[in-house]
C-alpha cells in the first residue's frame, strides 16, 4: 500500500487511484478531451511495463468503444497505423471504465504538477499514453507532469507527420516508426531523433538500435520479467542520449 501526499484533511478513504489531469481541446484537432492518470494507489497488472503511472487520453464525451466503431478516436490517436481495432489497447475493458467513471463524477482534477509530486513521493515512473498518443496534450502540460515527478518516463508518438504537431513533444517521447511512417522519412522531417521501430524482423538491427530489452521469454523465479518498462525507462525521448529501440510487431 502507498503512503501518498495528499492535501490535509484528505483521509486514506478518499486517496483516488485514477484523477484528471488535463481537460480541453486535443492539439491534433480541438475536440474535447480529457488526460486520466491512473495507479497512484494501486500498481499496474501491466507484465511489461509493472509500476507506472498510467495516463490515458480519451475524448472527454464519447466512449472510448464509440469513438474507436466511428473513427473519432482519430482526435486522440491521429494517423497512428494501429488505431481502432488493430490497436494492442483493449478499450473496451479499462479505458471504458475509467471514462464512464470520469463521466459518472469519479475522478477528481488535479493538477498536472499535483499528479507529479505525488509520483515523485512514491517513485513511481511516468507512463504517457497507455492508450492515446501523447501529442494530443499541450507540451507544457505533459512538461509539468515529468518535471514534478522527476522518476523518469516513457512515451511514444506516431504524430510527426501530422499538419499541428507540436516537435517539442521529442524532448519527452520516441518518434513511432514502421513500414510507412519509415525511418528514413522521420529523419528527414526531423534529423536525429529517437524513434522506436516496430517491425516483423528483429534479426536485422542498424548499428544505432537495439531490441527492446524487455523480453517476455526471460523472466524471473516468480513469472515477472526480467526487465520492466519501470526500470528501463530507455524510450524517453531527448531525454536520454541512447540507441533506438526495436521491437516486434504485435500480431
Known amino acids: 500500500q502507498r503512503y501518498l501526499i495528499y492535501k490535509k484533511g484528505i483521509t486514506p478513504m478518499n486517496r483516488p487511484n485514477t484523477v484528471c489531469f488535463y481537460n480541453g481541446p486535443s492539439m491534433l484537432?480541438?475536440?474535447?478531451?480529457?488526460?486520466?492518470?491512473?495507479?497512484?494507489?494501486?500498481?499496474?497488472d501491466n507484465p511489461k511495463t509493472s509500476a507506472m503511472l498510467q495516463v490515458d487520453i480519451l475524448l472527454k464525451d464519447i466512449k472510448p468503444q464509440e469513438a474507436i466503431k466511428t473513427g473519432k478516436d482519430v482526435s486522440i490517436c491521429g494517423d497512428c497505423s494501429l488505431r481502432g481495432n488493430e490497436c494492442y489497447v483493449n478499450a473496451w475493458q479499462s479505458q471504458n471504465s475509467k471514462w464512464q467513471s470520469f463521466q459518472r463524477g469519479n475522478v477528481p482534477y488535479y493538477s498536472p504538477a499535483r499528479v507529479g509530486e505525488i509520483c515523485n513521493f512514491n517513485n513511481l515512473p511516468v507512463r504517457l499514453g497507455s492508450y492515446g498518443d501523447p501529442s494530443a496534450l499541450r507540451v507544457d502540460t505533459i512538461k509539468e507532469l515529468l518535471t514534478a515527478a522527476n522518476t523518469g518516463h516513457t512515451g511514444y508518438t506516431h504524430q510527426w507527420t501530422h499538419?499541428?504537431?507540436?516537435?517539442?513533444?521529442?524532448?519527452?517521447?520516441?518518434?513511432?516508426?514502421?513500414?510507412?511512417?519509415?525511418?528514413?522519412?522521420?529523419?528527414?522531417?526531423?534529423?536525429?531523433?529517437?524513434?522506436?521501430?516496430?517491425?516483423n524482423d528483429i534479426t536485422t538491427l542498424a548499428s544505432n538500435e537495439i531490441i527492446c530489452p524487455s523480453?517476455?521469454?526471460?523472466?524471473?523465479?516468480?513469472?515477472?520479467?526480467?526487465?520492466?518498462?519501470?526500470?528501463?525507462?530507455?524510450?524517453?525521448?531527448?531525454?536520454?542520449?541512447?540507441?533506438?529501440?526495436?521491437?516486434?510487431?504485435?500480431?
Open 29 to 44: 484537432d480541438g475536440v474535447d478531451i480529457v488526460a486520466l492518470a491512473s495507479g497512484l494507489t494501486k500498481d499496474s
Open 163 to 199: 499538419p499541428n504537431f507540436d516537435a517539442r513533444i521529442f524532448d519527452y517521447c520516441m518518434a513511432s516508426v514502421d513500414n510507412v511512417h519509415t525511418v528514413e522519412r522521420l529523419h528527414k522531417l526531423y534529423p536525429g531523433v529517437r524513434y522506436y521501430r516496430m517491425t
Open 215 to 251: 523480453d517476455p521469454n526471460k523472466l524471473n523465479i516468480d513469472g515477472s520479467r526480467t526487465v520492466t518498462c519501470n526500470t528501463c525507462k530507455l524510450c524517453n525521448g531527448k531525454s536520454t542520449q541512447a540507441k533506438n529501440i526495436v521491437v516486434k510487431e504485435i500480431k
